[in-house]
């Protein structure tokens, strides 16, 4: 399990690539009997889902409301505050939902869930459950993973519509831009192909996240430092792991 | 028990909402897809235009500069070879008179467009179903430009003129 010598960061990052491989395939052969519980799905949908539900609406709004200054500044320098609508949609559906949604989700449920897994390990619940024939990955770690995952795209489409009345909100009461136009140039400038990249993208991040969170926990050490550390890695590696995959799929859309 | 049925109540407005939010970017933000809510209060006058330049439903329809309704709908007439606008103007403005002239126009250098109405003389007004017969098209800039250079090659002193002569294009519908 520990790298050895020298070249150990290299050798380690390889081994720990590896190893969430390895627990994606494990907990993804979970998923379908944890799918047949639905009720500890529910609780995991409303863990990660509905109590991250204020963060997302409040974050939402202020970002689409600082889209609106922001994009009403510029845009009157050219005479085209009328694209305000079109700008700020587009910049919410197709990048500023998704990522900020996944690194709130990081932050919120992300941490809470590896440090919850993360005690489990350190007070050897895991372990009993291992001695009772009670498999954790399916009981533990595949529906707070599938909950995670389901609630991702919803908390990014809700952080898009409120985002965009945020914009709305900005830009027609407050700087006065036609309230048809708004919505007329939102309307004939975003088709399904924007609408569908910000879903894509909020899966795929909602994947990866609870694959962190849920793997960084599972795998902590069982010592409160350990726990601690575990919940410090989820943030930064789910931060990461979603601005770079955030790239790659825009990448592969535009 | 309790504990149970807040969990419960919260997973279901939490899905909920996320279900609206999809549905409305789905539908209701792509101009493809469906629309919802009632139509709004107001009369629809027509007018035909030779081209409307990017005019979108929604676009505000203004008589000096006020908002007085907006384009409700688009429709190519295949006889005529010309685009029909409809506009739903607010009902409180119900004295426009008949004789009225319709002129498509642009906000700003790159903005939307919008349809400008000039007041006419005429006591009788306009009414739902109603058709303004005067219009001006969109200005479309590159034509515009492409006169003005072609003019302006051929003799230097009149390209002036022909631009103006352009600009000032009208159609008289009968």
């Known amino acids: 399990m520990c790298s050895g010598g020298g070249d150990g960061y290299l050798l380690e990052g390889v081994r720990r690539l590896g190893s969430v491989t390895i627990f994606l395939g494990r907990l993804l052969v979970q998923c379908v009997p944890a799918l047949g519980r639905p009720a500890l799905l529910l609780n995991q949908i409303y863990n990660a889902g509905a109590r991250s539900l204020i963060i997302i609406m409040l974050s939402g709004l202020f970002v689409g409301m600082v889209l609106g200054l922001q994009g009403y500044d510029l845009l009157q320098r050219f005479g085209s505050e009328e694209a305000l609508g079109t700008a700020a949609a587009l910049g919410l559906l197709r990048e500023l939902a998704p990522v900020i949604t996944a690194l709130l989700f990081a932050g919120r449920a992300g941490t809470a869930l590896t440090s919850e897994i993360g005690l489990m390990r350190a007070t050897d619940q895991l372990t009993a459950m291992e001695i009772m024939a009670v498999d954790p990955l399916r009981y533990v770690a595949a529906p707070r993973f599938l909950g995670g995952v389901i609630a991702m795209p919803l908390l990014t489409a809700i952080f898009s519509v409120v985002g965009l009345y945020g914009a709305q909100l900005v830009g027609v009461q407050l700087m006065g831009v036609d309230k048809g136009v708004f919505w007329s140039q939102t309307q004939g400038s975003v088709d399904m192909h924007d609408v569908n990249e910000g879903i894509v993208k909020s899966v795929v991040f909602g994947i990866a996240c609870s694959l962190i969170a849920v793997y960084e926990g599972y795998n902590a050490t069982p010592t409160a430092e350990g726990v601690g550390l575990a919940t410090t890695r989820t943030v930064v590696a789910s931060s990461v792991m979603t601005l770079l995959l955030d790239y790659v799929l825009t990448a592969e859309f535009l | ?174």
């Open chain 2, 1 to 174: 028990m309790r504990a149970n049925r807040t969990l419960e109540i919260g997973t279901g407005l939490f899905v909920l909402l996320g279900f609206a939010a999809l549905l409305f970017l789905t539908t209701q933000l792509p101009a493809s897809g469906l629309k919802l809510g009632g139509a709004k209060a107001g009369y629809y006058v027509t007018a035909a235009f030779d081209n409307i330049g990017d005019l979108k439903v929604g676009s505000p329809v203004t008589i000096s500069g006020v908002r007085v309704g907006e384009v409700s709908g688009i429709r190519f007439d295949s006889r005529d070879y010309k685009a029909i606008v409809t506009m739903r103007i607010d009902p409180q403005y119900n004295q426009i008179p008949e004789d009225s002239y319709a002129s498509i126009q642009t906000q700003g250098l790159l903005g939307g467009k919008y349809i400008g109405l000039s007041p006419g003389g005429l006591d009788s007004y306009l009414k739902d179903g109603s058709r303004i017969d005067q219009t001006q098209s969109a200005i479309v800039l590159e034509s515009l430009i492409n006169k003005f250079f072609a003019n302006y090659s051929i003799s230097k002193s009149g390209g002036a003129d022909a631009s103006a002569d352009n600009q000032g294009k009208t159609e008289p519908k009968k």
